[in-house]
DNA sequence: CTGTTAGCGCTTTCAA
DNA sequence: TTGAAAGCGCTAACAG
């Protein structure tokens, strides 16, 4: 509740003297330094945000847009976005909400309005929204994790090398009938990172002489998701492939789980991949491409930091990589 | 970018009558009411939240307090905080660590420090880490979801009825040999609700005159979790229990991976009953007690706002019942 | 290196 | 019902 004038008071010098020790910025003698550090820590001394802000415009604070938590990436996500703010004494403004949902737009709008961040992170958000657009127009830096923008900087993992060298995993190990579990169905309103690994499996099929056995299986991003769609695509043994790449761990566990109800067994007659390496996946003894979205986070903060501190600092581009994890759902075809 | 004088200028008017005309207190004429508003529409004015929050000492803002964001039931509840926020057009502070971590000490220094917010939502704080006492300081009216505590408002599951219900449907359905699968390795450290359930499930036990059969196992509230525990505890057909009541669902389905790999069919040889009422439940047929974080998210939010509003407004204090939902994982003992 | 002086944009008495 | 004026607590020129 002590205001910086008690501060000064205590000091024995001017606010103005008090703010520049606190800040450290301008000269401050290293005496007159010390004793207002101490009279500010005695005092339990902590800068009103509002002030601060009104008298520079900054906040401290970052806006972090996210289409859910409840998939392990974007926790994963958050939780290093999160870590990485506090060390540098930033808050985290949350902005939640399903793509294209109904509140999504509205919660935009307020966000961008109030503008009562320095930066944004923006997580999954779709190009065509032109979402990123709008958040240009509040001026304040932005790091996109997943496609990139113009305006934005961006990291994102790279889906058609990863679908890629998962296709090709499988391929190596003989199989020549690979399905693609994941997408809407309707795959022009796929998301930009699934229809990159659909591109990224294509292209792998094809190079290895496979297109024409390319199939692609709508499937929701979740377990119930991946067990539905496998539940149809297992059923029929004459059609069944022998080799399945899902678009994310979580739809793989649930193919693996559909698999073994209908006591097909992994690896012996299905070799099932997935991308994330998610938490449950090793319970599972699933192959995957691990990516690490909790380091994203960090490295988005750090991004915006970089930008936050200097506007005019380039845009950066992060394209990660990821790495085949192999355990037991992948096998030589039988 | 344009301020209440440019609303007011453009209206005709002064700027504290545009400013109570926003705002809706003290008097104003109809026809100003409509002028100015007009004006404010055509100059897209959004008052500043640093400078309104300088002169009133109210911030639109909400902290949340969240141990995690990777499982459902905290995921949930931060979707459901988040919507009725947005209706409210209040903001949303996130602050999440997990309890006792090495951040989260620091965080909450921070957040009571800066004092960004109106109220604050705390998740699953546990009691002794006196938590609660460093922010009741804040003077800042708390809602608790989870543990109550002293000054604060809260939302909790019946966490003991609800295991008590659990256990008896096992009962009932004639099994004698019931294990409890959750909690800490050490029992003195389990936290709050989950204490809770254990204790329902062992008063069930006993009521029912099988205190001696009780046992608990410990296990983590995730699949891996549920998986490893169960693993250990059904690997002996000697031993195993014919029914199983899991601390959460995630905990359940993990159990019931593990049970079907050792081929110990469910509900056959083994029943299992979870809580939650998960996203998953539905597809592995888990019969559970169901809560509903999301509305108990949305709930806290309505209860901070009363007490934004009125800080005299008395702490409520509710207690969620459950309801058994019936699927496929329970039956009569054999 | 330090103090004085103006604000930042809004709300809120108080008088009219 | 409206306006003038005084801050809210901080920072940032500008002098000194």
Redesign the pocket.
């Given at each position: 509740m002590s205001?910086?004038?008690d501060v000064a008071a205590r000091a024995?010098?001017?606010?103005?003297?008090a703010?520049?020790?606190?800040?450290g910025?301008?000269?401050?003698?290293?005496?007159?330094?010390a004793r207002v550090t101490r009279a500010a820590q005695e005092l339990g001394?902590?800068?009103?945000p509002g002030?601060?802000s009104?008298?520079?415009g900054r906040t401290q604070t970052v806006a972090v847009i996210l289409p859910r938590a409840d998939r392990w990436y974007f926790a994963e996500l958050l939780d290093g976005v999160q870590e990485e703010l506090l060390t540098g004494g930033l808050d985290l403004m949350l902005y939640n909400g399903a793509d294209g949902s109904e509140g999504r737009a509205r919660m935009l709008d307020h966000a961008i309005s109030r503008r009562r961040f320095d930066g944004v992170i923006a997580v999954g958000i779709e190009p065509e929204a032109h979402e990123i657009e709008r958040l240009l127009k509040a001026r304040r830096p932005i790091v996109t994790i997943g496609p990139h923008s113009e305006g934005a900087s961006s990291i994102m993992l790279d889906d058609r090398l990863t679908a890629h060298v998962a296709t090709e995993h499988l391929i190596d190990l003989g199989h020549t009938d690979i399905a693609f579990l994941g997408g809407p169905a309707d795959p022009q309103r796929a998301g930009f990172g699934d229809a990159l690994r659909i591109r990224g499996y294509l292209d792998a099929m094809a190079e290895a002489g496979l297109e024409d056995a390319a199939r692609i299986v709508p499937a929701e991003s979740s377990v119930p998701g991946g067990y539905a769609a496998a539940g149809d695509l297992l059923g029929n043994k004459r059609t069944r492939p022998t080799g399945l790449l899902a678009v994310c761990d979580e739809t793989a566990v649930g193919a693996m789980i559909a698999a073994r109800r209908m006591a097909i067994s992994i690896p012996g007659e299905l070799s099932v991949v997935g991308i994330d390496d998610h938490q449950y996946a090793e319970m599972f003894g699933l192959t995957t491409m691990r990516q690490h979205p909790r380091e994203q986070g960090r490295t988005a903060v750090r991004l915006l930091q970089e930008r936050m501190q200097n506007p005019d600092a380039p845009l950066a581009r992060r394209v990660e990589a990821s790495a085949l994890v192999v355990r037991n759902s992948t096998a030589p075809r039988g």
């Open positions: 205001t910086l004038a024995g010098v001017s606010k103005s003297t703010s520049r020790a606190l800040n910025s301008g000269y401050v003698s290293a005496e007159t330094h001394f902590v800068a009103h002030a601060a009104l008298a520079t």
